[in-house]
């Protein structure tokens, strides 16, 4: 089965940097995208960013500028470069990976969320 293990959350002041880590396990041919989302209290999931296998980005409006994604694919390893963090990025973060390829399907799997916290 594969897996999505996260690494790298904690509690950080705020204009501080924290790096973000996602690694893929199992029997996995290929992966497509992936990408962060992030979950605040009392709000919906929200993509952060994605990359593709050939290295194309897609951020949000509020990660651009202040995010780096990337994705080292020997590894099925994804990475997150988060600086200038500000409260309001305060949120469980979610290893997201699409277009798995697993014995010829192509899957999609969600990781168990990092917390990120950064205070005032």
């Known amino acids: 089965q594969v897996q999505l293990v996260e690494s790298g959350g904690g509690l950080v002041q705020a204009g501080g940097s924290l790096r973000l880590s996602c690694a893929a396990s199992?029997?996995?041919?290929?992966?497509?995208?992936m990408g962060w989302y992030r979950q605040a209290p009392g709000k919906e999931r929200e993509l952060v960013a994605t990359i593709t296998s050939s290295g194309m980005t897609n951020y949000a409006d509020s990660a651009k500028g202040r995010f780096t994604i990337s994705r080292d694919n020997a590894k099925n390893t994804v990475y997150l470069q988060m600086n200038s963090l500000k409260p309001e990025d305060t949120a469980v973060y979610y290893c997201n990976a699409q277009g798995v390829v697993v014995a010829a399907l192509h899957l999609e799997f969600w990781g168990q969320g990092t917390l990120v916290t950064v205070s005032s």
């Open positions: 199992g029997s996995i041919f290929s992966i497509r995208t």
